[in-house]
């Protein structure tokens, strides 16, 4: 199975901040690496899918980039409502693992 | 407007077994590939398992040969059959649409499984 490895594991930031999460597979996945964000008692949502397409409705301060096996999610002029858990997830082929997340805290 | 309920969950016993629902509604759940995903309390997501619009089920070696998941077209639901449960699965289940390959683009609220004794 390939493993999905997402760095840091939490991180404080303020709004306006330019935050960058990592997402690593253990062997090459293409662009079939997906966003998404969970808030707390809510299901997650997806941001960005095939490593870099913003899905319908999110902000474009969102933004995916990556292929093989290094991704990254980045969130530019962070807002309060971004303020959350994110997590990697592969749809190469299954199991379709998720990273193990990223909060992302107020500092 | 797509939608995703899912309903069936509670506590049960170590060794039991549980059948967790998930209606749709603004689409066709034949159609897509649906899934389920867990998420343990305080802990990440764990995808659970697929079937696709063809019929094929696949599984996280986690849940293989103790869960099933199904379908029923007239009801547009659907299921995860869960037989010899253990504490380790005590998780919210969430159902999700998938309409590009393993890309889960709407999830529903999710239900409580809780093993317990």
């Known amino acids: 199975d390939i493993q999905m490895t997402q760095s840091p594991s939490s991180l404080s930031a303020s709004v306006g901040d330019r935050v960058t999460i990592a997402c690593r597979a253990s062997q090459s996945i293409n662009n079939y690496l997906n966003w998404y964000q969970q808030k707390p008692g809510k299901a997650p949502k997806l941001l960005i899918y095939a490593a870099s397409n913003l899905q319908s409705g999110v902000p474009s301060r969102f933004s995916g980039s990556g292929s093989g096996t290094d991704f990254t999610l980045t969130i530019n002029n962070l807002q309060p409502e971004d303020f959350a858990t994110y997590y990697c997830q592969l749809s190469y082929s299954t199991p379709w693992t998720f990273g193990q997340g990223t909060k992302v805290e107020i500092k | 407007e797509v939608q995703l309920v899912e309903s069936g969950g509670g506590l049960v016993q170590p060794g039991g077994s549980l059948r967790v629902s998930c209606v749709a509604s603004g689409f066709t759940v034949s159609s897509n590939y649906m899934s389920w995903v867990r998420q343990a309390p305080g802990k990440g997501l764990e995808w659970v398992s697929v079937?696709?619009?063809?019929?094929?089920?696949y599984y996280a070696d986690s849940v293989k040969g103790r869960f099933t998941i199904s379908r029923d077209t007239s009801k547009n639901t659907l299921y995860l059959h869960m037989n010899s449960l253990r504490a380790e699965d005590t998780a919210v289940y969430y159902c999700a649409r998938s309409s590009l390959g393993g890309v889960f683009d709407y999830w529903g609220q999710g239900t409580l499984v809780t093993v317990s004794s």
């Open positions: 079937i696709y619009s063809g019929g094929s089920t």
